[in-house]
């Protein structure tokens, strides 16, 4: 079935930087575009960017251009997002999507990565 | 604060039917699809509801979506315990470029 895996939790010192993985099975990899959703402690979701995987280029939202970054290796089936100079306000639920069509229709999500900054 | 207006908290006994509403404007929900998400507690967002009112397989009947101009809305019919949780709208913003989502809505069966 489809799916995506995401890595396991992280806990970071401030400035420091976080590579989040997702990985895709269960579908052709580069037929759908991935995207990025953030869920801060106590607040609503977020739209990160997104990656188109045949290409692999990267769109960023307003507010995630400069310390984000998002790749891919289609070897591995895999997208990834990375932070870098990690803030306290970058602690969050990381989750990643499979866009199907157009945005924001989002299919199928993995179960998200936490990342905490303290 | 968030493009797209959701009530922050709904609720309704078993049974009931509750409605969540979400409300933009001419550059989102006038002109562009909406979408519903759901998050249970503890688990992932999952999609209800896509371009404004078509149900994925395997969402129930009882989750339904509307669209009139700027505001959306998603109907639970036939509330049940399990429906607890946030639900989420969605869509595309021609100014912002982008897409947007709704602050949430909490919805607790009493």
């Known amino acids: 079935q489809v799916q995506l895996v995401q890595s396991g939790s992280e806990l970071k010192n401030p400035g420091a930087s976080v590579k989040v993985s997702c990985k895709a099975s269960?579908?052709?990899?580069?037929?759908?575009?991935l995207g990025w959703v953030r869920q801060a402690p106590g607040q609503g979701l977020e739209w990160m960017g997104w990656?188109?995987?045949?290409?692999?280029?990267?769109t960023y939202a307003r507010g995630f251009r400069g310390r984000f970054v998002l790749s891919l290796d289609t070897s591995v089936s895999t997208t990834y997002l990375q932070i870098a100079n990690l803030q306290t306000e970058d602690t969050a639920l990381y989750y990643c999507?499979?866009?199907?069509?157009?945005?924001?229709?989002?299919?199928?999500w993995g179960k998200g990565t936490s990342v905490t900054v303290s | 604060q968030s493009v797209l207006t959701q009530p922050p908290s709904a609720s309704g006994t078993p049974g009931q039917t509750v409605t969540i509403s979400c409300s933009g404007s001419t550059s989102n929900i006038g002109t562009n699809y909406v979408y519903w998400y759901r998050r249970l507690p503890g688990t992932a967002p999952d999609l209800l509801i896509y371009d404004n009112d078509q149900r994925p397989s395997g969402v129930p009947d009882r989750f339904s979506g509307s669209k009139s101009g700027t505001s959306a809305s998603l109907a639970i019919s036939g509330l049940r315990s399990e429906d607890e949780g946030d639900y989420y709208c969605?869509?595309?913003?021609?100014?912002?470029?982008?897409?947007?989502f709704g602050g949430g809505t909490s919805l607790t069966a009493l």
């Open positions: 969605a869509t595309w913003d021609d100014t912002l470029r982008g897409p947007v």
């Open positions: 269960g579908y052709t990899f580069t037929s759908y575009p």
């Open positions: 999507a499979r866009i199907d069509t157009v945005l924001p229709y989002l299919d199928v």
């Open positions: 990656i188109n995987t045949d290409t692999g280029t990267p």
